[in-house]
């Protein structure tokens, strides 16, 4: 089944056809879209409609499940309270019309509110405090309902939540096809990708071929994605007797780490002179042993110093624009539609595959190896690495978010389509596509 939400307006909508816009992915990039969308969907105007299908493999629509509500407690935020936000605020550029400011509250604003409703001692914290993930998950989903909600007050708008993984999209008629795992076909006149995080079968690439084939050879079992943990790290897996590798030092083994630990019952002591103690529950695995490249755990973050000027960003020392220039002009290989490519998956083979990764105009289109471009696909999030590497954090405010102003940059074109479609032209196209979603 995959309608199990459906948001339509109360009164009746004109009959001519919707333009339909399918979001996939339906995480906190799709709660930051909304939130935009739904602020300037008076431009709609009256006599025109708008269908959103929003896809979600996870259910979990708002938080997406890297922050799902339903993950392990013992997994943080690496951002303090104060420093992540859920809608546009004054300091982005051209974002259009704002909030009024109650109803864009940080992820602190937002707790604190939540405490003084309920009491939980989650909820409780400072501006400076480190909310867990599932705190943030939980107002996620709230905005994200809040957004949805403010979309469909415009009568000429439907919203439909799937419950579903898109496995392709299609060329079809005059626009394109999203079709679903289950077998379902959804036309639309535009997609956004906002897959964020994904993973795959590390088999495909040698460095996972060596660690699986290291693991089946020694009768351990492989994990090459922990989430969700208390199924991909239980008790049947990492029980006690076992001992769990952990291949890495970065958020995810802290996330482990911590699962593993706090998570089966045990506890962190201050002991003066001594740091902090662990005093197990005997549900423990009897060792974790991690490792990396470096050895380091990450570093932390907890209070962000950088600049908020309009630039938004931390301006580099070393790998300044003109370094990147540089880098590129030596490394990079030139794309015919314009776009230099960065990031290529490997194949099982070795070889590089062709086309590579998704190569993205600025504006976040595909660009294909035969350099053609299809306006109607947009690509907000970690695929496109071919345009800015792992740039995916959650929204933060007072910044001038680079997450918030790529969002503008899809709305801006979205609504000129919009307008454009309205004066009896079609969307300009690019040639017709095909490609795994
Ligand atoms: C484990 C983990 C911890 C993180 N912790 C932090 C943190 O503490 N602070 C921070 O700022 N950032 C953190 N990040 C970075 C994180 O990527 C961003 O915070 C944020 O989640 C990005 O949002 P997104 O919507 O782009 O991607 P995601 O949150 O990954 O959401 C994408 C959603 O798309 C869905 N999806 C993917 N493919 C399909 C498909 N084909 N069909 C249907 N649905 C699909 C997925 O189920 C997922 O829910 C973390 C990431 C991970 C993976």
């Given at each position: 089944?995959?309608?199990?939400?459906?948001?339509?307006?109360a009164?009746?909508?004109?009959?001519v056809?919707?333009?339909?816009?399918?979001?996939?992915?339906?995480?906190?990039?799709?709660?930051?879209?909304?939130?935009?969308?739904?602020a300037?969907?008076?431009?709609?105007?009256?006599?025109?409609?708008?269908?959103?299908?929003?896809?979600?493999?996870?259910?979990?629509?708002?938080?997406?499940?890297?922050?799902?509500?339903?993950?392990?407690?013992?997994?943080?935020?690496?951002?303090?309270?104060?420093?992540?936000s859920?809608?546009?605020?004054?300091?982005?550029?051209?974002?259009?019309?704002?909030?009024?400011?109650?109803?864009?509250?940080?992820?602190?604003?937002?707790?604190?509110?939540?405490?003084?409703?309920?009491?939980?001692?989650d909820?409780?914290?400072?501006?400076?405090?480190?909310?867990?993930?599932?705190?943030?998950?939980?107002?996620?989903?709230?905005?994200?309902?809040?957004?949805?909600?403010?979309?469909?007050?415009?009568p000429?708008?439907?919203?439909?939540?799937?419950?579903?993984e898109?496995?392709?999209?299609?060329?079809?008629?005059?626009?394109?096809?999203?079709?679903?795992?289950d077998?379902?076909?959804?036309?639309?006149?535009?997609?956004?990708?906002?897959?964020?995080?994904?993973?795959?079968?590390?088999?495909?690439?040698?460095?996972?071929?060596?660690?699986?084939?290291?693991?089946?050879?020694?009768?351990?079992r492989?994990?090459?994605?922990?989430?969700?943990?208390?199924?991909?790290?239980?008790?049947?897996?990492?029980?006690?007797?076992?001992?769990?590798?952990?291949?890495?030092?970065?958020?995810?083994?802290?996330?482990?780490?911590?699962?593993?630990?706090?998570?089966r019952g045990?506890?962190?002591?201050?002991?003066?002179?001594?740091?902090?103690v662990?005093?197990?529950?005997?549900?423990?695995?009897?060792?974790?042993?991690?490792?990396?490249?470096?050895?380091?755990?990450?570093?932390?973050?907890?209070?962000?110093?950088?600049?908020?000027?309009?630039?938004?960003?931390?301006?580099?020392?070393?790998?300044?624009?003109?370094?990147?220039?540089?880098?590129?002009?030596?490394?990079?290989?030139?794309?015919?539609?314009?776009?230099?490519?960065?990031?290529?998956?490997?194949?099982?083979?070795?070889?590089?595959?062709?086309?590579?990764?998704?190569?993205?105009?600025?504006?976040?289109?595909?660009?294909?190896?035969?350099?053609?471009?299809?306006?109607?696909?947009?690509?907000?999030?970690?695929?496109?690495?071919?345009?800015?590497?792992?740039?995916?954090?959650?929204?933060?405010?007072?910044?001038?978010?680079?997450?918030?102003?790529?969002?503008?940059?899809?709305?801006?074109?979205?609504?000129?389509?919009?307008?454009?479609?309205?004066?009896?032209?079609?969307?300009?196209?690019?040639?017709?596509?095909?490609?795994?979603?």
């Amino acid at each position: 089944m995959t309608t199990p939400r459906v948001h339509a307006p109360a009164r009746t909508a004109p009959a001519v056809p919707p333009y339909r816009l399918v979001l996939v992915g339906g995480g906190p990039r799709a709660t930051y879209l909304l939130e935009r969308l739904s602020a300037t969907v008076d431009r709609l105007g009256e006599g025109r409609r708008l269908q959103v299908r929003v896809f979600e493999r996870t259910g979990e629509f708002g938080a997406g499940q890297a922050h799902s509500p339903t993950q392990s407690r013992t997994s943080y935020l690496n951002r303090i309270g104060c420093q992540v936000s859920f809608a546009a605020d004054d300091t982005v550029t051209g974002a259009g019309p704002l909030r009024p400011e109650a109803q864009r509250p940080t992820l602190h604003e937002w707790c604190r509110r939540r405490f003084e409703e309920t009491g939980e001692a989650d909820f409780d914290l400072a501006p400076e405090d480190w909310p867990k993930r599932y705190v943030h998950g939980l107002a996620l989903r709230d905005m994200f309902d809040t957004f949805a909600a403010d979309l469909t007050r415009h009568p000429g708008v439907e919203l439909h939540l799937h419950r579903a993984e898109v496995v392709d999209v299609e060329p079809h008629e005059d626009g394109l096809c999203v079709v679903t795992g289950d077998g379902e076909r959804h036309p639309a006149d535009e997609v956004v990708l906002l897959t964020g995080h994904s993973y795959h079968d590390p088999r495909r690439a040698p460095a996972g071929r060596r660690l699986a084939g290291l693991a089946d050879r020694g009768g351990a079992r492989y994990v090459p994605h922990p989430y969700p943990m208390d199924v991909e790290l239980g008790p049947d897996r990492t029980g006690p007797g076992t001992v769990a590798g952990c291949a890495g030092t970065g958020l995810t083994a802290i996330d482990a780490v911590l699962h593993l630990t706090e998570g089966r019952g045990g506890t962190f002591h201050d002991a003066p002179g001594h740091g902090l103690v662990y005093r197990p529950s005997g549900d423990e695995p009897a060792g974790i042993v991690a490792f990396s490249g470096s050895g380091l755990f990450t570093f932390a973050r907890p209070d962000n110093h950088k600049p908020s000027s309009s630039a938004g960003d931390h301006p580099g020392t070393f790998l300044t624009d003109e370094a990147i220039r540089r880098l590129r002009a030596h490394a990079g290989r030139p794309n015919p539609g314009g776009a230099d490519r960065l990031w290529r998956n490997e194949s099982s083979g070795g070889a590089a595959f062709e086309p590579g990764g998704l190569d993205l105009t600025a504006d976040f289109h595909p660009i294909r190896s035969d350099g053609g471009i299809d306006r109607r696909v947009t690509v907000l999030g970690v695929p496109s690495e071919g345009a800015r590497s792992f740039l995916l954090s959650a929204l933060r405010p007072n910044a001038n978010h680079y997450v918030m102003r790529d969002t503008l940059i899809w709305l801006d074109r979205f609504w000129h389509t919009m307008d454009r479609a309205d004066r009896g032209r079609r969307p300009r196209q690019g040639q017709r596509t095909t490609w795994p979603a």
